[in-house]
Nanobody, 119 residues
Framework: QVQLVESGGGLVQHGGSLRLSCAAS????????MGWYCQAPGKQRELVAT???????NYADSVEGRFTISRDNAKKLVYLQMNSLKPEDTAVYYC?????????????WGQGIQVTVSS
């Protein structure tokens, strides 16, 4: 059983910063691809950023240059540093752990955490 717990969300002003953390526990290894996704009201969940075990990253165009994803494999932690936040970044942010190609049993989600950016 894999558990992911997000923390660090909250309310911030336009242009501010937040750092989200995701703590993983259970039967999870460093080979998982870790990621952050977000879901705004009335919209589908979408990719924010992913990071492989080797540190390769991928970002949505909307956050490129503003957000940074990182991971600490030894501590089973994943971070999302969010800078220059905009009201359109307001959403519930979800941590994800995935073994590509291994199917849904190896695709895990946290409960989500709210990020609200005021204008």
């Amino acid at each position: 059983q894999v558990q992911l717990v997000e923390s660090g969300g909250g309310l911030v002003q336009h242009g501010g910063s937040l750092r989200l953390s995701c703590a993983a526990s259970g039967r999870i290894s460093s080979i998982y691809v870790m990621g952050w996704y977000c879901q705004a009201p009335g919209k589908q969940r979408e990719l924010v950023a992913t990071i492989t075990s080797g540190g390769s990253t991928n970002y949505a165009d909307s956050v490129e240059g503003r957000f940074t994803i990182s991971r600490d494999n030894a501590k089973k932690l994943v971070y999302l540093q969010m800078n220059s936040l905009k009201p359109e970044d307001t959403a519930v942010y979800y941590c994800n752990a995935n073994k590509p190609g291994w199917g849904p049993l190896y695709d895990h989600w946290g409960q989500g955490i709210q990020v609200t950016v005021s204008s």
